[in-house]
């Protein structure tokens, strides 16, 4: 069974930055895809950035050049660097693992940007 546990996120000031991790475990293989996905109060989730199993890596537009999803060699645990942080960047994000057609969800970490 596969299983993704958040760190926790926490609140940080505006321009400030926020690592969060989350481990993986129970898979059988490696994932077709590892991504980070947000839902701010009131809005759909929205995917925040995904690599795939290659390496390629895409983002949304509204954090491009500030967020960094990385994983580790052995795809147990997967990164997203979040750095210039501001109040729109508020939001429940997701750890998510796309494998063998079934797609895996943590339980949500709370991000908060304010002064």
């Known amino acids: 069974q596969v299983q993704l546990v958040e760190s926790l996120g926490g609140l940080v000031q505006p321009g400030g930055s926020l690592r969060l991790s989350c481990a993986v475990s129970g898979t059988t293989s490696s994932p077709y895809a590892m991504a980070w ?23 949304a537009d509204s954090v491009r050049g500030r967020f960094t ?25 997701y750890c998510n693992v796309d494998q063998d057609s079934f797609s895996y969800w943590g339980q949500g970490t709370q991000v908060t940007v304010s002064s």
Do not use: C, F, H, W
């Not at 996905?37 to 983002?59: C, D, F, I």
């Not at 994983?71 to 997967?78: E, L, P």
């Open 37 to 59: 996905y947000r839902q701010a109060p009131g809005k759909q989730r929205e995917l925040v950035a995904r690599m795939l199993s290659g390496g390629r890596t895409n983002y």
């Open 69 to 93: 999803i990385s994983r580790d060699n052995a795809n147990t645990m997967v990164y997203l660097q979040m750095n210039s942080l501001n109040p729109e960047d508020t939001a429940v994000y």
